[in-house]
Structure formats: C-alpha cells, structure tokens
C-alpha cells in the first residue's frame, strides 16, 4: 500500500492544508512560520498522508509517520515556547554579565511576541473547548448554576474577542485592586 506522503515544508504549505482540509483553525503565515520553526527545532516533520496531517520524529532510528492533529501541533508548540521562556527568565535571573542578560532579554522579549499569536491559535484548539467546559462545570458544581454572563464572557475571551488584552476580566480586576 504505497501511500502517498506530502511533506509540509513552508508556511503556505501548512495554511493551504488547513483550507483543503476545511479545518476549524484559522492560521496566517506568522502562525504557520512559528509552527513549522518548533517542529524543525525539535526534529519534527509535518506532512500530509491521505488528506490527514502526519508527524515524524527524525531523531528515531527508524522514523514513521504517526497520525497527528494540528491541536496536537499547536498545543506542542505551545508548550514548547512556554519552556524556552521559562529558560530565558531563568537566565535573565541570574546573568553572568550584561550581554548575556541582553541575550536572554532579547529572547525572551521574541518569545513572548510569539506567545501572543500561539495563544491566538490554541484558543481555536480542542484543548481550549475542553478547558472551557471543564471551567463551566466546576462553576456550576461550585455555584449550582453558571452566574449570568460568564458563560458569554469565557466565549468571548475563547474567540479573542473586542478589547480583549489576554486576561480575563476578572483578573483584570484584581490586578487593579493590589
């Protein structure tokens, strides 16, 4: 059974993937650049077998595509990005001298820039729906129902919605409040 295998080595390869394969995620090419950029730095390689998105691990001996999701792509990427910045205020912390401080400042600093648009993608993921109802159903345990209008704020923010800076209001809140 000799199936076809498309590598997906550019951006544009990643975002027309995306269309064809009619998926919920919307991504532009700086999405799909950071995406593509972890996946080779971690020695993954993406590709497309039968309309379905595929993983290599090129660091296995005898390396097979696996099924995989582009939630799963963009959580590991998530994930990967929160570690590195992790590892950048670490560094930041504790600095032998100026330029390596300006090193991991400036890593840092990119790093978030990419943060802001991961985060853009992973409230499009399962894994977002997932924590949104795991949320809800501890309001209502908590509460006996969900409080009015915070079904409808937990959506907005899930979308990205207007005037949205990244926090949800109530913690917005409290930050004015200390």
Same mark, same amino acid.
Request: hydrophobic fraction near 35%; charged fraction near 30%.
């Given at each position: 059974?000799?199936?076809?295998?498309?590598?997906?080595? *550019?951006?544009?390869e990643? @975002?027309?993937?995306?269309?064809?394969?009619?998926?919920? @995620?919307?991504?532009k090419?700086?999405?799909a650049?950071?995406?593509?950029? =972890?996946?080779?730095?971690?020695?993954m390689?993406? !590709?497309v077998?039968?309309?379905?998105?595929?993983?290599?691990?090129?660091?296995e001996?005898?390396?097979?595509y696996q099924?995989y999701? @582009?939630?799963d792509? @963009?959580h590991?990427?998530?994930e990967?990005?929160?570690?590195?910045?992790d590892?950048m205020?670490?560094?930041?912390?504790?600095?032998?001298n100026? !330029?390596? =401080?300006?090193?991991?400042?400036? $890593?840092?600093?990119?790093?978030?820039?990419?943060e802001e648009?991961?985060d853009?993608?992973y409230?499009? *993921?399962k =894994?977002?729906?997932?924590?949104?109802?795991?949320a809800?159903?501890?309001i *209502? $345990?908590t509460?006996?129902s969900?409080?009015?209008?915070?079904?409808?704020?937990?959506e907005? =923010?899930?979308?990205g919605?207007?005037?949205? *800076?990244?926090?949800?209001e109530?913690?917005? $809140?409290?930050e004015?409040?200390?």
């Amino acid at each position: 059974m000799g199936m076809e295998v498309l590598e997906v080595n *550019t951006p544009g390869e990643l @975002i027309m993937w995306l269309h064809l394969a009619e998926s919920e @995620i919307s991504m532009k090419q700086d999405g799909a650049e950071i995406i593509l950029d =972890y996946m080779a730095e971690h020695n993954m390689a993406l !590709a497309v077998r039968n309309q379905e998105l595929v993983v290599k691990d090129m660091g296995e001996e005898s390396p097979e595509y696996q099924p995989y999701s @582009i939630d799963d792509a @963009i959580h590991d990427v998530c994930e990967w990005n929160l570690e590195l910045a992790d590892k950048m205020e670490d560094g930041m912390k504790n600095p032998n001298n100026q !330029a390596e =401080y300006n090193q991991f400042s400036n $890593a840092h600093d990119i790093l978030k820039q990419q943060e802001e648009v991961l985060d853009g993608l992973y409230r499009q *993921t399962k =894994y977002e729906q997932i924590a949104v109802e795991c949320a809800l159903e501890i309001i *209502t $345990a908590t509460f006996g129902s969900v409080p009015e209008g915070v079904q409808e704020k937990m959506e907005a =923010y899930r979308k990205g919605g207007a005037g949205q *800076t990244g926090r949800p209001e109530g913690m917005q $809140a409290q930050e004015r409040m200390r």
